[in-house]
């Protein structure tokens, strides 16, 4: 399965919502417009960007004198990537670069690591990975696993260091190898903990300091999270100052929408997606294509 077909497949709950409004009558009323805005915010789009993309398109169709429904689901997916910014700067193409991968536990932080561990390695970039999760147990040998896999070295400490200390460590590594890409894992943690969110923000603070790379900070998300991503979403960013965001697991059940909610109302970027728990199950985001995999092609 190419990768967008498994993002195609991982959108499916969305699509059919969308779907039964396009075929219902195929004529655009005011019960088409009503539908319309209801299937976004049940897809996890948040009522604001709902609503404002619903009368975008209803000026649109007024304007282009558009009348029946399937005229309008192109301009459905170009009006929602609009939604999306886009990144000013790519940490993982546009090298020297040090980021950091925070989120909650199992949103998909050290798999993302290691797939774009690999990545650069076959793009030629040197890389070193840095090991800050020493909370959970076998969190450092699971990341060593995915740093075999990758063909790049970890550098991490044992269980229960510091992750502040080890990531100054990373950094000091870093720079006596010239290392061009730093991916730097951290323990997963609730939004909701204060004590482990101040522990991440000394985390955050002292590598922006130590680093003389540009450091970026991305939160990794869990597609299947729902409406509850956006809270998480909000905390990290208040505490950390996020520079953009990675969306897993949108091979699954996920509606998607979540993705857009939290990119368009903080206004971070998507650099890459999760569409697969192998090392080349990840994406490039490109906001198009998944609007429109959100919002399918027609039949
Ligand atoms: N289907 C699917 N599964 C994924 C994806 N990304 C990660 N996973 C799976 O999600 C689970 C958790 O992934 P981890 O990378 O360990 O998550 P984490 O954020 O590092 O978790 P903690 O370190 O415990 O906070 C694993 O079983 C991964 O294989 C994805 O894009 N799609
Ligand atoms: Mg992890």
């Given at each position: 399965?190419?990768?967008?077909?498994?993002?195609?497949?991982?959108?499916?709950?969305?699509?059919?919502?969308?779907?039964?409004?396009?075929?219902?009558?195929?004529?655009?009323?005011?019960?088409?417009?009503?539908?319309?805005?209801?299937?976004?915010?049940m897809?996890?789009?948040?009522?604001?960007?709902?609503?404002?993309?619903?009368?975008?398109?209803?000026?649109?169709?007024?304007?282009?004198?558009?009348?029946?429904?399937d005229?309008?689901?192109?301009?459905?997916?170009?009006?929602?990537?609009?939604?999306?910014?886009?990144a000013?700067?790519?940490?993982?193409?546009?090298?020297?670069?040090?980021?950091?991968?925070?989120?909650?536990?199992?949103?998909?932080?050290?798999?993302?690591?290691?797939?774009?561990?690999?990545?650069?390695?076959?793009?030629?970039?040197?890389?070193?990975?840095?090991?800050?999760?020493?909370f959970?147990?076998?969190?450092i040998?699971?990341l060593?696993?995915?740093?075999?896999?990758?063909?790049?070295?970890?550098?991490?400490?044992?269980?229960g260091?510091?992750?502040?200390?080890?990531?100054?460590?990373?950094?000091?590594?870093?720079?006596r190898?010239?290392?061009?890409?730093?991916?730097?894992?951290?323990?997963?943690?609730?939004?909701?903990?204060?004590?482990?969110?101040?522990?991440?923000?000394?985390?955050?603070?002292?590598?922006?300091?130590?680093?003389?790379?540009?450091?970026?900070?991305?939160?990794?998300?869990?597609?299947?999270?729902?409406?509850?991503?956006?809270?998480?979403?909000?905390?990290?960013?208040?505490?950390?100052?996020?520079?953009?965001?990675?969306?897993?697991?949108?091979?699954?059940?996920?509606?998607?929408?979540?993705?857009?909610?939290?990119?368009?109302?903080?206004?971070?970027?998507?650099?890459?997606?999760?569409?697969?728990?192998?090392?080349?199950?990840?994406?490039?985001?490109?906001?198009?294509?998944?609007?429109?995999?959100?919002?399918?092609?027609?039949?």
């Amino acid at each position: 399965m190419g990768l967008l077909d498994s993002l195609r497949s991982g959108l499916q709950r969305s699509r059919e919502a969308i779907n039964e409004i396009f075929y219902m009558g195929g004529e655009v009323d005011e019960d088409f417009w009503e539908d319309l805005e209801d299937t976004l915010v049940m897809g996890d789009m948040g009522a604001e960007v709902a609503m404002r993309v619903t009368d975008d398109l209803r000026e649109q169709a007024a304007r282009e004198n558009l009348t029946r429904a399937d005229q309008l689901r192109d301009a459905l997916a170009r009006r929602l990537a609009a939604e999306f910014p886009s990144a000013k700067r790519d940490p993982f193409t546009d090298l020297p670069s040090c980021v950091l991968f925070v989120g909650i536990n199992g949103a998909g932080k050290t798999t993302t690591v290691g797939k774009l561990a690999g990545r650069a390695r076959e793009a030629g970039a040197s890389c070193l990975i840095g090991g800050a999760d020493t909370f959970r147990a076998a969190a450092i040998e699971q990341l060593e696993v995915w740093g075999q896999r990758a063909g790049v070295d970890v550098v991490t400490r044992e269980r229960g260091a510091d992750p502040a200390s080890v990531c100054y460590e990373v950094v000091e590594e870093a720079e006596r190898r010239g290392a061009e890409l730093v991916l730097i894992d951290t323990a997963g943690r609730l939004h909701t903990s204060a004590d482990l969110m101040r522990e991440l923000a000394k985390v955050v603070n002292v590598t922006r300091k130590r680093c003389q790379l540009p450091v970026a900070v991305v939160l990794v998300i869990d597609a299947t999270t729902g409406q509850n991503g956006l809270n998480q979403a909000r905390e990290f960013n208040d505490a950390l100052e996020l520079d953009g965001l990675i969306v897993t697991k949108l091979d699954g059940t996920a509606k998607g929408g979540i993705a857009l909610a939290i990119s368009s109302q903080l206004g971070l970027p998507i650099y890459r997606i999760g569409v697969g728990e192998a090392i080349d199950d990840l994406q490039t985001f490109d906001a198009l294509d998944f609007c429109r995999a959100l919002v399918g092609e027609g039949m």
